[in-house]
């Protein structure tokens, strides 16, 4: 249900004072307090129209669809989107050191876009390392 004296456009609930209250979910279609919105910086209001909880049941079903299909790549596919991404043997940026290194520093990893781990094989055997302590 609509907050009293409230505006809604393009499915944004507004006050009187133009202030944002939240939004109608796209999912749903029910009134959506900003609280139990996603957030997104893309948007103007700083939320996208969709709850929380529907963003999340979107999650659950699309995501092991999504990581069996990179699975079941061949190695010429995983090539070429590396060459797509990242040039032809070129370089890739260590998630935790920062350190741009060559391809074959970091380990495979299908499920991957580029078809190599995010992190360097030295800085996973570091993490590893402490981990385990």
């Not at 700083?46 to 709850?51: P, Q, S, V």
């Not at 999650?59 to 040039?87: C, I, K, Q």
């Given at each position: ?121 030295t800085c996973f055997g570091d993490y590893q390392k402490a981990r385990r302590k």
């Amino acid at each position: 249900m609509l907050p009293a004296n409230s505006t809604t456009i393009r499915n944004r609930v507004y006050d009187a004072h133009g202030a944002f209250l939240g939004a109608i979910c796209s999912t749903h279609g029910e009134y959506v307090p900003a609280d139990d919105l996603v957030r997104s910086k893309r948007e103007p209001t700083g939320f996208l129209r969709i709850c929380k909880p529907c963003r999340a049941a979107a999650s659950r079903d699309n995501l092991p669809a999504l990581r069996a299909r990179l699975r079941e790549r061949t190695d010429a596919e995983v090539l070429a989107d590396w060459d797509r991404l990242r040039g032809p043997g070129g370089p890739k940026r260590c998630r935790l050191c920062g350190r741009e290194k060559p391809m074959q520093s970091f380990a495979a990893h299908r499920a991957m876009p580029d078809g190599r781990a995010a992190e360097c094989r030295t800085c996973f055997g570091d993490y590893q390392k402490a981990r385990r302590k």
